[in-house]
Nanobody, 122 residues
Framework: QVHLVESGGGLAQPGGSLRLSCAAS????????MAWYRQALGKQRELVAR???????DYADSVKGRFTISRDNFKNTMYLQMNSLKPADTAVYFC????????????????WGQGTQVTVSS
């Protein structure tokens, strides 16, 4: 079994910053790509940023230059540093990871966290 737990969400003022974390635990052999998604109320879930196992990253146009994704492969943890926050960034943020387990058929599978609320408001 694998668990992804997000933390670091909360309330921020416009122009402020928050740092999200996503910790993966369980019978993990390796983690391939990891990603942050977000879903605002009444909207579809959208990709925010993605990072490969070797650190290559890409971002949605709406967050380029403001958000930075990173990961610590030793800790099986991914981060999202969010700066210059805007009200439009308000959403539930989810982490997703493509993981190979230590048991079973060693086939990569996508796992999701439960989400953490980010609210940007004055």
């Amino acid at each position: 079994q694998v668990h992804l737990v997000e933390s670091g969400g909360g309330l921020a003022q416009p122009g402020g910053s928050l740092r999200l974390s996503c910790a993966a635990s369980g019978s993990i052999l390796s983690i391939n790509a990891m990603a942050w998604y977000r879903q605002a109320l009444g909207k579809q879930r959208e990709l925010v940023a993605r990072i490969t196992s070797n650190g290559t990253s890409d971002y949605a146009d709406s967050v380029k230059g403001r958000f930075t994704i990173s990961r610590d492969n030793f800790k099986n943890t991914m981060y999202l540093q969010m700066n210059s926050l805007k009200p439009a960034d308000t959403a539930v943020y989810f982490c997703e990871a493509n993981i190979v387990l230590r048991i079973g058929l060693f086939v990569p599978k996508d796992y999701w966290g439960q989400g953490t609320q980010v609210t940007v408001s004055s």
